[in-house]
T-cell receptor
Framework: GAGVSQSPRYKVAKRGQDVALRCDPI?????LFWYQQALGQGPEFLTY????????KSGLPSDRFFAERPEGSVSTLKIQRTQQEDSAVYLC????????????FGSGTQLSVL | SQKIEQNSEALNIQEGKTATLTCNYT??????LQWYRQDPGRGPVFLLL?????KEKRKERLKVTFDTTLKQSLFHITASQPADSATYLC??????????FGAGTRLFVKA
């Protein structure tokens, strides 16, 4: 596609529900990132994939967060047993190569946990 | 501790003037520094990258400086327009996988 696509655009979940957020990166991009952005703050790194390999997951806040990219293209960020503090915008970004210098971001998924 | 600081208050300027945004960092040794623009409800959009061995980079009405001694980058928009109104994010590349973002500065350009 022309850009990074994320779905859903908005997600409302009841506390304790599981959610799955999808990211379609730019075709052919090797690197894929997930970031979390709270209101009025900059994006915070969650995890990084190079093709299908998850090379860094140091930013995932707890073991309730899980990400995968099984075929090296589409990625899913899953949050189990959502909590109110998980409410944020989740941004996906991709980069052409493993030399990560320019990130292309999607518009994000705004997650609200009630 | 490691920190990236950008002007926390919004910057209001008149159309046609030059906007100058500041990014300061501590306890990082970035290989490069980037600036992104973010509009409400959208993801950040890449604008410019400057490397540690470069002092200045220009692109159209944009200019970025990078002083590794002061640990500071300045981002200038000349001949500003209302369409330049957005949040501008500074981001550090440390040579690893992570790009570390500042909280951003909101710019308002009045006609």
């Amino acid at each position: 596609g022309a850009g990074v696509s994320q779905s859903p655009r908005y997600k409302v979940a009841k506390r304790g529900q599981d959610v799955a957020l999808r990211c379609d990166p730019i075709s052919g991009h090797v690197s894929l990132f997930w970031y979390q952005q709270a209101l009025g703050q900059g994006p915070e790194f969650l995890t990084y994939f190079q093709n299908e390999a998850q090379l860094d997951k140091s930013g995932l806040p707890s073991d309730r967060f899980f990400a995968e990219r099984p075929e090296g293209s589409v990625s899913t960020l899953k949050i189990q047993r959502t909590q109110q503090e998980d409410s944020a915008v989740y941004l996906c970004a991709s980069s052409l190569s493993s030399a990560i210098e320019k990130l292309f971001f999607g518009s994000g998924t705004q997650l609200s946990v009630l | 501790s490691q920190k990236i600081e950008q002007n926390s208050e919004a910057l209001n300027i008149q159309e046609g003037k030059t906007a100058t945004l500041t990014c300061n960092y501590t306890n990082y040794s970035p290989a490069y520094l980037q600036w992104y623009r973010q509009d409400p409800g959208r993801g950040p959009v890449f604008l410019l990258l400057i490397r540690e061995n470069e002092k200045e980079k220009r692109k159209e009405r944009l200019k970025v400086t990078f002083d590794t001694t002061l640990k500071q980058s300045l981002f200038h928009i000349t001949a500003s327009q209302p369409a330049d109104s957005a949040t501008y994010l500074c981001a550090l590349g440390t040579g690893g996988f992570k790009t570390i973002f500042g909280a951003g500065t909101r710019l308002f350009v009045k006609a």
